[in-house]
């Protein structure tokens, strides 16, 4: 534990090994961004080359390259990954159970309905990133009214979300059958999550929202890591439980669902950040900027391996990240049994 | 009873078409004839199938919530049939039922044992089956990526539908589902001593070990096999084992014998409603039961 | 005593769902007082507890704190006045006892006011004051029930309030770590805080009490010392049981012993 206190009575507090492991994010983030703006595509470029173009010093191709093409991938793979792992930190930790995650609550299957609406009955890019978002959100909508005036507390939220999600997955099967082969090709790349040809149009909403988001994340991050005692004993601490919950969770779902309109449902991002960040700064409590920062890396180096993994030819950065999470999360359940924790 | 299904599913045809068909003399029905019956009989068994694995999934995790498709081995199917089709070209039911089988089977495995096993809790088993649902679906998507071929094949039947239904189907299925229905039955007193708990059942005399595994390749059967024929139908094994209960009580020597009973009706008056509300197409079973089942579903949760 | 106690209820309805426990439940906790509320299971002290730590919001009625009714106040206000034990709680994986105990210096905390040198020193103080120093980089889920209790009891103090609720700090310990959890209970009272806790054992609880609320079916039966209250009659009336009451050999104070129910019919010599 590093303390820091000023005079006038103020005082930060931090645990060494958890600004550690920012830092180590931070940069590794760095290094990950310039090897993904100069490396890989058909115009490879040196580091050197990357921040000359950065500072406005490169070739109009090379202007074009990064400027256009790279960097607002970059970005939009940074940002869905915070994005998405701040969800999943926020989620698992107000349900108090390490499986929680948006698509566990069905709200990334609400973002692919509106999604698949949209494919089915045509529409350009920007209409499906809106309705991805609008149907993320009517999912979170909808748990929120079932799970009625009784609040949003752990146990209850989870089974009507794996309810909600149930019913969504059929329908979205069955809009699936309503589209032309093409289409449907197109959506099921969407579904899986894809960074190809992202740009800044995609990026910027999804930057504006963290932004938007952030403060209210992190001013309510420590009335968060007193609800991980049990509801009793965070009211009696004077935390305004309910109220928070609400705060967070739609803070949650907003993420959750403009992180997917971005780049579609790319899975495990949300459910394994944060667990990575946790064992990683070793610390109890929801980790929250630990955690979006080790999202943002996962998404990064993920989308390299995919662009990379096949020669001549780029996978959805969803597969890699499904196969990944899919082995880490095996493992997550099979040592917790182990440790015979319920 | 049974008759009463059959009869149930027909009015939907006019009554004299429906005559003719039962008389086989009249040749120009003989087309319908060879589309409706299968189907019904498909449904019948499906139904049955998706009813008693879902009680018996419900009695053995002690979990009022469990239901195959939720927990994943409808996914598991999937999986596998879509590998079959993906990467070995296999098209035809009788080819996919062995890979849906196995398919099952290990998911069923996997999430029972990632699910705490003996331990486990309602939330911590439901959610091991959304995430084992979860990894499927991206390995299932990615097939179909990779293959267009497959994509069309497979956006189909994961929705979950009897219309592709033939008498080859129904008769490549009928055996497994049978041995699965048998199998449950024969258990059910050894499930109901299991009810009470473990050290309880072996008190009685049942041996909780050799109770799952035979539960387990049960329900790996009968969901196998519906799913193979069928797609991955949700929420019928989990209702129908609620509704049923309400009439039966929680015995389970009354109670899956009624599934077996109930199941079919839900399911073939689901296909029945798609038909109708889809016309002139029709809408698949599978997103019938979503739809209808699934705010069933979030009622009982919402009530407990 | 004079005037209005800092903490009571007046005309509590108190219900779950659809299940209503009381109606029209009035009580005052005795500043400075060791409350002790005790009843058969399901009698409604707990939920009582809830509703004065307004962790449960009454149907009707209004729980008081320094006369103005609790949930009309800020959150954090009444964090810094009123402290609840919880029954059932759950520590985070792999929390550690200082971790859990500094957690309890919440309402005294801002975003930007995180760790100030009087929070340290409390929660050392905390931490001293329950016998848990020793275990403070331990993690909450490996010590024993006796030490986790007292590390619970050490975040509740943390909040550094003069009021302070525990629901049931006995239950599930064994005999010797009830004993110490009461002991400690004492001294927190002995140093001015005022305490209310709801227990099981009618001994303890008439042994380490200096007010007794007595409730059955949702209401009180009686309240005052217990030396006073606690009679067979009480005893009869509440619990159904029959029984004597004869001076605690220790203290003094009365202890209940159940009568014989079959003297006659298996005699034993």
Not at chain 1, 160 to 166: E, N, P, Q, T
Not at chain 1, 239 to 245: F, I, Q, T
Not at chain 1, 265 to 270: C, D, G, K, T, Y
Request: glycine share 12%; aromatic share 4%.
């Amino acid at each position: 534990m590093s303390v820091l206190r000023t005079p006038g009575g103020l005082s930060l507090r931090w645990r060494r090994r958890s600004a550690a492991v920012v830092t180590g994010c931070a940069s590794a983030t760095l290094l990950l961004a310039l090897a993904a703006v100069g490396g890989g595509g058909d115009h490879p470029m040196s580091p050197a080359d990357v921040l000359r173009t950065l500072t406005g010093g490169g070739s109009p191709a090379e202007e074009f390259i990064v400027g256009e093409l790279r960097l607002p991938r970059l970005v939009t793979a940074l940002a869905v990954g915070a994005a998405l792992a701040l969800a999943g930190a926020v989620v698992q930790s107000l349900l108090r159970n390490p499986l929680g995650s948006p698509d566990v609550l069905g709200l990334t299957q609400g973002a692919a309905t509106g999604a698949l609406v949209v494919v089915v009955l045509g529409g350009g890019t920007l209409t499906l990133a809106g309705a991805a978002t609008a149907g993320g959100l009517a999912a979170g909508l909808l748990i929120a009214a079932v799970t009625g005036r009784r609040g949003l507390a752990g146990a209850r939220v989870v089974l009507v979300g794996i309810g909600v999600a149930a019913i969504l997955t059929g329908v979205n099967g069955w809009l699936l059958t309503r589209a032309q082969l093409m289409d449907a090709a197109r959506a099921v790349l969407w579904l899986t999550g894809s960074l190809d040809g992202r740009g800044w149009a995609q990026a910027l909403p999804l930057l504006g929202v963290l932004a938007a988001s952030t403060p209210l994340l992190f001013g309510y991050g420590r009335a968060l890591s007193m609800t991980e005692l049990g509801d009793e004993a965070a009211i009696a601490a004077g935390v305004p439980v309910r109220r928070a919950r609400r705060a967070l969770l739609g803070a949650a779902v907003l993420l959750a669902s403009v992180a997917a309109a971005a780049a579609g449902p790319v899975s495990f991002v949300a459910l394994t950040a944060p667990h990575l960040a946790r064992r990683l700064t070793r610390a109890p409590g929801p980790n929250l900027l630990a955690s979006a920062l080790v999202g943002a890396v996962l998404l990064v180096a993920a989308d390299l391996v995919a662009q990379r993994a096949v020669e001549g030819r780029q996978l959805p950065v969803g597969v890699v990240t499904g196969v990944l999470g899919g082995a880490y999360l095996v493992w997550l359940l099979a040592a917790q049994r182990r440790a015979g924790r319920s | 009873m049974l008759l009463s299904i059959a009869v149930g599913a027909r009015p939907l045809s006019p009554a004299e078409v429906w005559q003719g068909l039962v008389s086989t003399a009249s040749p120009e029905h003989s087309v319908v004839h060879q589309m409706r019956l299968p189907r019904t009989l498909l449904g019948l068994l499906a139904g049955a199938a998706l009813g008693v694995s879902g009680a018996l999934m419900q009695a053995l995790t002690r979990n009022p919530l469990a239901d195959p498709g939720l927990l994943g081995i409808n996914a598991g199917a999937s999986a596998a049939i879509a590998t079959a089709v993906g990467l070995l070209g296999i098209g035809t039911v009788g080819g996919w039922i062995w890979f849906a089988m196995l398919g099952a089977a290990a998911v069923t495995a996997l999430g029972y044992a990632v699910g705490g096993g003996r331990r486990a809790t309602p939330e911590r088993l439901a959610l091991a089956g959304a995430a084992l649902n979860a990894v499927l679906f991206s390995y299932v998507s990615g097939m179909m990526l990779i293959d267009a071929a497959s994509l069309d094949r497979l956006r189909f039947w994961t929705v979950g539908s009897l219309a592709a239904a033939e008498f080859a189907t129904v008769r490549t299925v009928a055996p497994f589902i049978a041995a699965g229905l048998l199998a449950a039955l024969a258990g059910a007193r050894a499930l109901n001593a299991l009810a009470l708990g473990d050290d309880a059942a072996r008190a009685l005399g049942a041996r909780p070990a050799l109770v799952r595994v035979g539960t387990i390749t049960a329900v790996t059967l009968l969901c196998g096999a519906a799913t193979a024929a069928c797609g991955p139908i949700v929420f019928v094994g989990l209702l129908v084992p609620h509704l049923v209960r309400r009439l039966t009580g929680p015995d389970l020597r009354w109670l899956l014998p009624a599934c077996a009973v109930y199941a079919p009706v839900l399911l073939l008056g689901a296909d029945v409603a798609g038909r109708v509300l889809g016309r002139p197409g029709e809408l698949q079973v599978g997103l019938v039961t979503a739809v209808l089942g699934g705010p069933l579903f979030l009622r009982l949760v919402a009530r407990r | 005593m004079s005037g209005n106690p800092r903490l009571g209820g007046v005309g509590l309805t108190l219900a779950y769902e659809r299940r209503i426990v009381a109606e029209g439940l009035s009580v005052d906790v005795p500043d400075g007082s060791f409350t002790v509320v005790i009843g058969p299971n399901a009698c409604g002290k707990s939920t009582l507890l809830r509703a004065l730590a307004r962790t449960l919001r009454p149907r009707a009625g209004t729980v008081l704190l320094d006369g103005r009714d609790i949930h009309s106040l800020p959150s954090r206000a009444v964090a810094r006045t009123l402290g609840l034990l919880p029954q059932s709680s759950v520590a985070p994986d792999g929390i550690t006892v200082a971790d859990l105990v500094s957690r309890g210096r919440y309402p005294h905390q801002g975003l930007l006011r995180q760790w100030s040198a009087e929070d340290e020193r409390v929660v050392a103080e905390s931490m001293a004051d329950t016998g848990v120093a020793e275990l403070a980089d331990r993690p909450v889920d490996e010590l024993s029930g006796g030490q986790r209790q007292r590390a619970w009891i050490a975040m509740a103090l943390a909040q550094r309030t003069p009021l302070l609720l525990l629901d049931e700090p006995t239950t599930w310990l064994d005999i010797a770590h009830q004993v110490e959890v009461l002991e400690l209970c004492a001294r927190l009272h002995e140093q001015g805080r005022t305490l209310v806790a709801v227990l099981h054992d009618l001994h303890q609880a008439a042994r380490y009490a200096t007010h007794l609320i007595a409730m059955r079916d949702g209401r009180v039966v009686t309240s005052g010392d217990p030396r006073e209250v606690v009679t067979a009659d009480l005893v009869q009336e509440v619990f159904g049981l029959p029984c004597r009451i004869v001076a605690d050999p220790e203290t003094g104070t009365p202890l209940v012993v159940p009568a014989a129910r079959r003297p006659a019919i298996s005699p034993r010599r």
